[in-house]
């Protein structure tokens, strides 16, 4: 079974750019998380998609940060302009079902670096 | 602000020793998960331990909680240098809510 997919792995960028990620879930996965991760801190929760429906987007920088997952599989984040902070791991994730207690597959990430 | 803080921040061990980290969090959860995560293979599901259970064991991996003292603490035994990672504690944010909550993460090396 192919596990979930990102692209880019690693993208650089001045601040004020824009960028986007793309994930591809696990086949059948209804799910679809998208987290941001820090150096030397935990993964955050950035959206949560069930199909092609929001479940939460409590975290998202709105005013910056946007995510789509059309037709309920692919998904991309996108940032726009980018911040110095913004600087992190962008880790996608699927499961078979919303929410714990269902096990979340992560794919390898996407490094941005804004300069 | 997030839900599980694990102690210590960093274990330094030598192989074949065990290793304990702990979870604590702050809310009533149903479950708590632990994931591992390096640079070969990434973040990775461990073991779930639903709210009701107070032990689970999965290979070299035990993980017991205190519902009580809400914590949680997972116990790798015999380590190994492939065990050297970070691991998290992520909890769901509980009031019925699904969201999936990581902690900040102990880092382990084990040495050879």
């Known amino acids: 079974e192919a596990g979930v997919a990102q692209s880019p792995r690693y993208k650089i960028i001045e601040k004020r750019q824009s960028v986007a990620f793309w994930c591809n879930p696990i086949?059948?996965?209804?799910?679809l998380y998208w987290y941001q991760q820090i150096l030397g801190q935990g993964p955050k929760l950035l959206i949560q998609?069930?199909?092609?429906?929001?479940?939460?987007d409590s975290q998202l920088p709105k005013d910056r940060f946007s995510a789509e997952r059309l037709k309920g599989v692919d998904s991309t984040l996108k940032i726009q302009p980018a911040k110095l902070e913004d600087s992190a791991v962008y880790l996608c994730?699927?499961?078979?079902?919303?929410?714990?207690?269902?096990?979340?597959?992560f794919g390898p990430g996407t490094r941005l670096t804004v300069t | 602000s997030q839900q599980g803080e694990e102690d210590p921040q960093a274990l330094s061990i030598q192989e074949g020793e065990n290793a304990t980290m702990n979870c604590s969090y702050k809310?009533?959860?149903?479950?708590l998960q632990w994931y591992r995560q390096n640079s070969g293979r990434g973040l990775v599901h461990l073991i779930l331990?639903?709210?009701?259970?107070r032990e689970k064991h999965s290979g070299r991996l035990r993980v017991t909680l205190d519902t009580s003292k809400k914590s949680s603490s997972l116990l790798i035994t015999a380590s190994r240098a492939a065990d050297t990672a970070s691991y998290f504690c992520?909890?769901?944010?509980?009031?019925?809510?699904?969201?999936?909550?990581f902690g900040a993460g102990t880092r382990l090396f084990v040495k050879a």
């Open positions: 809310t009533s959860i149903n479950n």
């Open positions: 998609f069930q199909n092609n429906g929001v479940v939460d």
């Open positions: 086949s059948g996965h209804a799910t």
């Open positions: 992520a909890t769901d944010a509980g009031t019925g809510g699904f969201k999936t909550i």
């Open positions: 331990i639903r709210s009701n259970e």
């Open positions: 994730a699927s499961s078979s079902r919303g929410g714990p207690p269902y096990e979340q597959y």
